[in-house]
């Protein structure tokens, strides 16, 4: 029978069939961070003995708000220490630390054909190897770190393949923007989305992640892509990847997962992503996204409008911004602050503008490139790394009633901050926004404001 | 802390309607309120980022059912979305569709998730009392009108008898024997 990827991965994995249609699932990987693993691992303490299936599966970072920035947040990276300390578990923290979808991969730990599951919504970013990743709750990611395994039922399958040829300044981020306005907010659930296409053949690891990011931003179990030379390469040498003959062992593998030709999809959806503009998003779902020159639609939903403080037809370019944030699980790798810094190269931004790299690996690697100097010459803050701003938690809240232009994933109302407005977008439109003080292109900027001469 | 679920078979509620599709966790309880390493006490945060959410809490306090529209807890994994919710007494949400995620969060820690369209939906949007009977997989709305529901059947286990950790813990030996007979890559 021809397989899907999806096929392939799970069916190496199902230890049992249950009732329901569910199945017993083998889980090679945990994830564990600080604000969502503690109650587990307690309840695990308490009532279990303190037992874990494997404490050599599971990967633990302090990520969310590291270093701390309370009492609270401090107790809760402390029972992570401790815990992993007991356990010898792997754990990334101050220092060398990142968001956990940006180290893991960074670090080597997925790879494809693995299955993966954390205790965070964004863990479907791993799915970019050819892995099946999960984000699940904490009682289900105890039950992963207890018994290795997690109950579910098998996801449909649908196979986006994305073709055609991006328009000036489109990136992986719009285009996936794009894709959640095509097949909804709520669109993708039930379902993996596998993609394919020769855009995403094209893609880098990081322009695959960011897609796969966000597929949970249309309500998708996960996002995957095939395995290829990329994967490969980007895995070549990384920390926790064997080398030598180990390494070329897991790569016939590796080949083996591609989706077969003629495996049947529960749903096959053809995106046209030719002459795609930077897109933006207006309202308060990702789905709710038109073009950086667009304007806000005359059917948009009411409740949307209010929290966002605009009216059907308000063009987007018009809207003047209070904040610009690079950052998250999203676009805070390498290449999306090399992009950012190419936009801020010999320009000032007008508004409060933070910069928060990924992992503190991608933080010294742009610093080594240079980076921090074109942002913090552009007068931007350059930080550490962590989750920060982004679920509004600490390091650049946005307030009530302001509008931030953002390169995270969720514009849900409060998301980062309490009566915050945020405009999802691409690192090259924030970047550019943050120097027009209200929502841009590059090309827009490069219209509006000429850069000032660099020199060195 | 971390008991076992209480035993949930049939539930006479009142309810909230929220009138609103898209209901993300963020709403249900912004992150600012992440903090902690226990999971109650939570109720207090209930719906404190949505917009409007605190008054309606307010206007219905011995409300323990929550009727809404689709893709109701949908987004963040955050497990203190039904935590909150359980503290706060809510015993089921009623709603045509939920986050994948938040659906399993509720089934572990026994809050019913019900999903309910067309009629039964618009009869339950209107019903300020509902029952539930968990176990016949129906529910009455004021009206006195009848809806089944369907549950999966290996979670609605958990809800009726609680215990989602302990069934895991008995699945540990076969997942050792199926992980030794694994082939290698
Ligand atoms: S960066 Fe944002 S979306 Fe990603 S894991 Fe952190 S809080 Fe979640």
Known sequence: MSKSLLDKVWDAH????????????????????????????????????????????????????????????????????????????????????????????????????????????????????????????????????????????????????????????????????????????????????????????????????????????????????????????????????????????????????????????????KIDVSGLRPMVTWGTNPGEVVP????????????????????????????????????????????????????????KVTIPT??????????????????????????????????????????????????????????????MGNGGRVHLASPAVVAASAVLGRIGSPEDLEAAAPREKVTA | MAARVKTVVKVKGQTLCVERANIDTDQIIPARFLTGISKTGLGQYLFLGMPGGPEMLAAHPDANVIVARENFGCGSSREHAVWALTDRGFKAVIAPSFGRIFEENAYANGLIPIALDGEGLEAALKSRTIEIDVEGQKLTTEDGKTYGFELDPLRKRFILEGGFMEWMATKIDAVRAWEAARPTV
Request: glycine letters at 10%; a negative charge; proline letters at 5%.
């Open chain 1, 292 to 347: 950086a020159d667009g304007t806000v639609p005359a059917d948009a939903n009411a409740t949307s409008l209010e929290y966002m403080g605009l009216q059907p037809g308000t063009s987007l370019r018009s809207l003047e911004l209070d904040q610009a944030f690079i950052g998250s699980c999203t676009n805070s790798r390498l290449s999306d602050l090399r992009i950012a810094a190419d936009v801020l190269r010999g320009r």
């Open chain 1, 14 to 269: 199902v230890v049992e069939d249950l009732p329901g249609e569910n199945a017993l699932l083998f889980i090679d990987r945990v994830i564990a961070h600080e604000i969502t693993t503690p109650q587990g691992a307690i309840d695990i303490q308490e009532r279990f003995g303190d037992k874990l299936y494997d404490p050599d599966r599971i990967i633990a970072m302090n990520d969310h708000v590291s270093p701390a920035k309370d009492q609270e947040t401090a107790i809760q990276a402390q029972v992570l220490r401790t815990w992993a300390k007991r356990h010898g578990i792997k754990l990334y923290d101050i220092g060398d630390n990142g968001i956990c979808h940006v180290m893991v991969p960074e670090r080597g730990y997925v790879e494809p054909g693995l299955t993966m599951a954390c205790g965070d919504s964004h863990t479907c970013t791993l799915g970019a190897f050819g892995a099946l990743a999960l984000g699940i709750g904490t009682t289900l990611q105890a039950g992963a770190m207890l018994a290795q395994c997690l109950i579910l039922q098998k996801p449909k399958v649908m196979r986006i393949d994305i073709e055609g040829k991006l328009g000036h300044g489109a990136t992986a981020k719009d285009v996936i923007l794009y894709v959640i306005s095509k097949i909804s907010f709520k669109g993708g659930t039930g379902y993996v989305l596998e993609y394919h296409g020769p855009v995403v053949d094209a893609m880098s690891m990081d322009e695959r992640m960011t897609l796969c990011n966000m597929a949970i931003e249309a309500g998708a179990t996960s996002g995957m892509c095939e395995p290829d030379e990329t994967t490969i390469g980007y895995l070549r040498g990384r920390e926790a990847q064997p080398t030598g003959e180990a390494f070329e062992k897991k790569i016939a593998y590796w080949r083996s997962l591609k989706a077969d030709p003629g495996a049947s999809y529960d749903k096959v959806v």
């Open chain 1, 354 to 415: 933070i910069v928060t790299p990924g992992s503190q690996a991608v933080k010294r690697a742009a610093e080594r490139e240079g980076l921090h100097d074109v942002f913090q010459d552009a007068g931007a803050l350059w930080t550490h790394s962590s989750c920060g701003p982004c679920l509004g938690m600490s390091m650049g809240v946005v307030a009530p009633g302001l509008r931030c232009v953002s390169s995270t994933n969720r514009n849900f109302p409060g998301r």
